[in-house]
């Protein structure tokens, strides 16, 4: 029956079954592979992802770049335009008209040449009708002798250029004519007529030597009260105060070409302004570029933005290609390992079936021991008690004899010690008693019986000579199919325990709960006794310790022993909680049903 059973042991299937499990990842299957893959997949789009990122973040650099030269050029020309508001309100509270020793005095108040980088000067432009040229000759003459008006022209209204500071270079434009030229009269009229500054169109500054592009800068100014519409502002229209500008010089004074890490050019329609492309170098390509319009006081400048060889440099990033490798390194571990795992399966499979038929053996071998040594105690324990009841009728033998010898000499220790010898009897009986108990705990066969669960509580009270009041039941006293004969060998030896240990058995107050969890009923046991020190609360569960003195029969150090060995046996465990003066509570669980494995686990 032995073999029949072991055969169907579920665990020697489960075993087996591991083992097939095993096997099979012995070789690459297709788990592995997928694993491999999925990890390229996620390698390549780890890298994918991580480019898109890098190329994101540089192209947003780059905009940035972008609009803060923008920002910076519009914000330049607005710290102009308040330069030509200053030179204005400067004339305006000078009453309308200003000297030219007025005027330096002004310009060098200014500090043009530090507040005010890339400005070539800042002057004044009067209107001049052809009939009052000379008056204006005559007084200009009188402290600037060598001044003139030119080139000639058939015009009817002069626009000369009165006064420039600083001087020096700007001398050559003293005297020029605005209306000698489309380009420079459109932005004075356009000046006049709205009121606001204006610039105008490319032009070539007379006094810049290398003829490169360049503007100028207008600012109108009126006679009297504000004019509110075209016609009055052409009526009181004084004149301009304008500033000349390099283009090339702006630039340098705006935005600092070493440190850019972009560069651009400016036109106006189809005219350069400026342009920083290098045409003799053809081997850098720009990745990146940006074209914007922006209106500039009446004119539109088209910027024309492209990254430069230090901008790629800086925005280069490893971090995908470093992705990528770290990616490839880690799969070919991955797959690397995969083998190498396949490999250590196989040979642990063929080391854990040598390791079986040496472990079955050994098993074999200690359950045929474990079997001589129950067969042994049970058989010297059985045979102990011969000699023993032997010992104990000699005993009471003696004791009658003793008594008339008591008589004679009532000083006499011999029945005091015969007594001292009866109770070692009786204290060695109860220890074979108990060590019979213990070993065949595994041995005695599994009868699956109905309990209830009150019942057989109340019956063992009783047997324990507890009163009704002395104990309560709580809980979920249900009805289960069990071991009955072990559990109500837990049961009791916990409650006579309780009993045996308290040192006013009929004061005892003994409490059992029991709580029903699914599977497992949980049982407590709480007294009101003397309660146990926590040091001890180990060692009470080992064979043969007691904490009651060694003379006392009852106290063989087993009973305790039998209840955990048996809780185990189902795969329960028990526990105490208790202090000293305190009581204990003893718990554990038990099975409700008796399962195949457990049936099959005791009778092996």
């Not at 990842?25 to 890298?47: E, F, P, Q, R």
């Not at 702006?250 to 350069?272: A, C, M, N, T, Y």
């Not at 324990?381 to 003793?402: N, Q, V, W, Y």
């Not at 063989?556 to 208790?578: A, E, M, P, R």
Request: hydrophobic share 40%; charged share 25%.
């Amino acid at each position: 029956m032995n073999s029949d059973l072991t055969a169907k042991n579920p665990d020697e299937d489960a075993v087996e079954a591991e083992r097939s499990a095993i096997a099979r990842m012995s070789k690459l299957n297709a788990v592995h592979w997928l694993a491999v893959l999925l990890s390229l997949l996620l390698t390549t789009g780890a890298w994918y992802i991580t480019s898109l990122q890098v190329a994101s973040q540089a192209e947003n650099r780059f905009t940035r770049y972008s609009n803060q030269v923008l920002e910076l050029v519009q914000e330049r020309m607005t710290r102009y335009e308040d330069a030509l508001a200053s030179g204005v309100a400067a004339i305006q509270s000078a009453g309308g008209e200003i000297s030219y020793e007025e005027w330096r005095a002004f310009t060098e108040a200014l500090q043009i040449e530090t507040k005010y980088p890339g400005i070539n000067g800042i002057g004044i432009i009067y209107r001049i009708p052809r009939a009052e040229v000379g008056e204006f000759l005559a007084k200009q003459r009188q402290t600037r002798p060598e001044f003139r008006v030119y080139p000639e022209h058939e015009g009817e209204t002069l626009y000369p250029i009165t006064y420039i500071e600083p001087e020096g270079e700007n001398s050559v434009a003293l005297g020029l004519d605005m209306a000698h030229e489309t380009n420079r009269l459109n932005a004075t009229l356009k000046a006049r007529d709205s009121g606001k500054p204006q610039i105008t169109g490319p032009i070539v500054l007379v006094q810049d030597a290398q003829k490169t592009p360049g503007f100028l800068f207008h600012m109108p100014f009126y006679a009297g009260q504000q004019a509110a519409t075209i016609e009055e502002r052409r009526a009181n229209f004084v004149g301009t105060v304008y500033a000349p500008f390099l283009f090339h010089k702006l630039i340098e004074g705006v935005l600092g070409k070493d440190s850019r890490l972009v560069q651009f050019s400016i036109r106006d329609d189809d005219e350069v302004l400026y342009d920083e492309n290098d045409r003799n170098s053809s081997e850098f390509e720009p990745q990146y570029r940006l074209t914007r319009d922006v209106e500039f006081y009446g004119r539109t400048w088209t910027f024309d933005i492209w990254e430069t060889p230090e901008f790629r440099f800086t925005s280069r990033s490893n971090e995908p290609i470093m992705i990528l490798v770290g990616g490839l390194v880690i799969d070919a571990l991955l797959f690397s390992l995969f083998v190498l795992l396949t490999r250590s399966n196989r040979r642990a499979l063929v080391f854990a079936d040598q390791m079986n038929v040496k472990a079955r053996n050994r098993a074999e071998s200690l359950q045929r021991s474990n079997e001589d040594l129950e067969r042994f105690a049970f058989v010297a324990s059985h045979d102990l008690k011969t000699p023993l009841r032997g010992i104990g009728f000699l005993a009471e033998c003696i004791r009658d004899d003793l008594e008339i010898l008591q008589d004679h000499d009532p000083e006499s220790e011999l029945l005091e010690n015969l007594e001292m010898l009866e109770d070692q009897v009786r204290r060695m009986d109860n220890l074979i008693t108990g060590i019979l108990t213990y070993s065949s705990i595994r041995s005695d066969s599994v009868i699956s019986e109905t309990v209830e669960t009150a019942q057989l509580i109340q019956s063992l009270c009783a047997s324990a000579g507890l009163r009704p009041n002395q104990y309560t039941l709580s809980g979920d006293l249900v009805e289960i199919a069990t071991d009955a004969i072990r559990l109500e060998q837990v049961l009791q030896n916990l409650i006579s325990n309780a009993r045996k240990y308290h040192p006013e058995p009929d004061k005892l107050e003994l409490n059992i709960n029991i709580e029903d969890r699914g599977e497992r009923l949980h049982f407590s046991v709480s007294d009101n006794g003397p309660g146990i020190d926590p040091r001890y609360h180990g060692k009470i569960f080992e064979m043969f310790q007691t904490l009651q003195p060694s003379k006392s029969a009852d106290s063989t150090g087993i009973g305790l022993s039998i209840v955990q060995k048996t809780v185990k046996l189902y795969d329960g465990n028990i526990q105490l909680d208790s202090q000293l003066g305190q009581g204990s509570r003893f718990t554990f669980d038990w099975p409700k049903h008796l399962s195949d494995t457990v049936e099959m686990k005791i009778a092996a």
